[in-house]
T-cell receptor
Framework: DGGITQSPKYLFRKEGQNVTLSCEQNLNHDAMYWYRQDPGQGLRLIYYSQIVNDFQKGDIAEGYSVSREKKESFPLTVTSAQKNPTAFYLC???????????FGQGTRLTVV | KNQVEQSPQSLIILEGKNCTLQCNYTVSPFSNLRWYKQDTGRGPVSLTIMTFSENTKSNGRYTATLDADTKQSSLHITASQLSDSASYICVGGGGNTPLVFGKGTRLSVIA
């Protein structure tokens, strides 16, 4: 079953802890992205990667880190430096940065 | 600054009625305009993608238009259904740059 999978769907963490969100795709896409969505707001780009072992900061990269060691995987770590980490996180992939993007179902992170 | 603005912010219509959502974009370089549907708590799903040379594209009851001269796009929904209740997001795409997302229009279809 092809697609893009995010896990877990819901995640709770204590303030000050780092947490890693998983994103896996079996679409053979080169480009992958992480977005953050807050209520009433549009999607904001955190990081993106156009190819394995390479990634670029998006508009709101502070307090986040990523890695792209494998084509199919693009995990996002929310560090304790992120001031307001509670949000809905969306991962996406596309064949290239100019082609149609497919989204995962999202991870809702709550930091208490 | 690249940006996409959508109107209205929210909309309520009766089941069976038509509606049109608007999008103004300032994206440079510009190569394509996309519309996504996002159900609450889910990831967005692509409805249409239009290149700058296309004027209209349909996907079932959804018809998108694009005017590259005025930098405007619209999404028309025909014979609305309860399942159309969702956020509709307009997205501008460049040649080799990340997508620019609008904040979305929240559509509620009521019986």
């Amino acid at each position: 079953d092809g697609g893009i999978t995010q896990s877990p769907k819901y995640l709770f963490r204590k303030e000050g802890q780092n947490v890693t969100l998983s994103c896996e795709q079996n679409l053979n896409h080169d480009a992958m992205y992480w977005y953050r969505q807050d209520p009433g707001q549009g999607l904001r780009l955190i990081y993106y990667s156009q190819i394995v072992n390479d990634f670029q900061k998006g508009d709101i990269a502070e307090g986040y880190s990523v890695s792209r060691e494998k084509k199919e995987s693009f995990p996002l770590t929310v560090t304790s430096a992120q001031k307001n980490p509670t949000a809905f996180y969306l991962c996406a992939s596309s064949r290239t940065i100019a082609t149609e993007a497919f989204f995962g179902q999202g991870t809702r992170l709550t930091v208490v | 600054k690249n940006q996409v603005e959508q109107s209205p912010q929210s909309l309520i219509i009766l089941e069976g009625k038509n509606c049109t959502l608007q999008c103004n974009y300032t994206v440079s370089p510009f190569s394509n305009l996309r519309w996504y549907k996002q159900d609450t708590g889910r990831g967005p799903v692509s409805l249409t993608i239009m290149t700058f040379s296309e004027n209209t594209k349909s996907n079932g009851r959804y018809t998108a238009t694009l005017d590259a001269d005025t930098k405007q796009s619209s999404l028309h929904i025909t014979a609305s259904q309860l399942s159309d209740s969702a956020s509709y997001i307009c997205v501008g795409g460049g040649g080799n740059t990340p997508l620019v997302f609008g904040k979305g229009t929240r559509l509620s279809v009521i019986a």
